[in-house]
């Protein structure tokens, strides 16, 4: 187990013990500013999106004055993992059940070259970045015609994973949607459910920040950039160019939120942002991440209503409806709307080029585990995606 019992709830006072375990702590942010002051303390979040109401932070051995100090009021909510002690990750063999384990950066990559080279008519690498770490980025190309664009007019879609970190259940998620396509495609009998389709899926986003939780820190969110006052990491989710720069995203370097000097100056958005440019017949998105259980449509950074309200929701409840049988229930909403405004997303972004299908969906669980999804989930969550990618297919046409 990861995670230890649960405290017993402290009422929302002032810490008054000697902390001595990481915990996950509750802090009360009545509304936006107090959450946008919250974000900016150079403390970890422990949530893949905040909103005003109860915000879940990860707070180091020490770090509780840093929260009695800015006035908030706060309860203890449990212990954590330490976060730095990596060793029960390291030291293991090698992962070889996709379905139960969860892979690291190489494992992940060495799954999809396997793929490629199984199933060389179907499946092809294409790398499209290096990070500011000098990590290649890949990209997988899944169709039943690896022909010119000329020769195949079938509409494209993107998948991608591990956008943030520490979200691990999302990268089993993808490895198993490419399993699945790949299969389908190579079946006659199941081919016609990817039909002409063009399906690209970046297994991982953030390379840098991905192999960080493995060996060094557990809860890291963004990438690796070193930043300007020596601080690490822009969030990948706050620097695409929809909206950039507005509310719901930080100016400081040090914030988990924190948005980056300019839209797209991250190396990982350029390379995902050139392949979607580049590909015909753009139509649908969905980003993966955990945790929370909902599928969220655009807008995020403003609580407008996109032009394509009713479509967008429409195939959102079709992908609720399909992920639901499988144990675990999902929402759906306008993402501003269920959980809160945030600016400079990559749902937003891929809506405002094309008019596309564009979702992120919040993988297992509510909150129980959070990040750290016990493996024995990690076959349910991968099912209910791909039931809910069949859904997303089915409305989304060919
Ligand atoms: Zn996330």
Redesign the pocket.
Known sequence: MRRAIPLALLAFAPCAFAQTAWLRVGVECPNPSRVAALLDLPLTTYQ??AAPGMVEMAVAPGQLPILDFAGFRYKVMGKLHDPYDRRSDLVRPAATDYRNEYFNLAEIQGFFDNLALQRPKFVRRLQIGVTTQGRPIYAYRFSGFQTSPAVNPGKAYMFVGL??A??WV?GSVVMHLGKSIADSLANAATRTLVGRRVIWIVPVVNPDGYDHTWTSYRLW?KNRRLNSNGTRGVDL?RNYAKGWGGEGSSGNPGSDIYRGTAPFSEPELQAVRDLAISIPNFSGFI?F??YSQEILWPWSYTTASPPDAASLQSIAISIQSAMGGFGASYGQGQGSRALYVASGTSKDWFYDQWRAASY?I?LRDTGQWGFELPSNQITPTQNEAWAGVQAFFSRVGS
């Open positions: 893949c999106d956008t943030h520490r979200e999302s969110r989710n980003d991440h955990s992120t919040e």
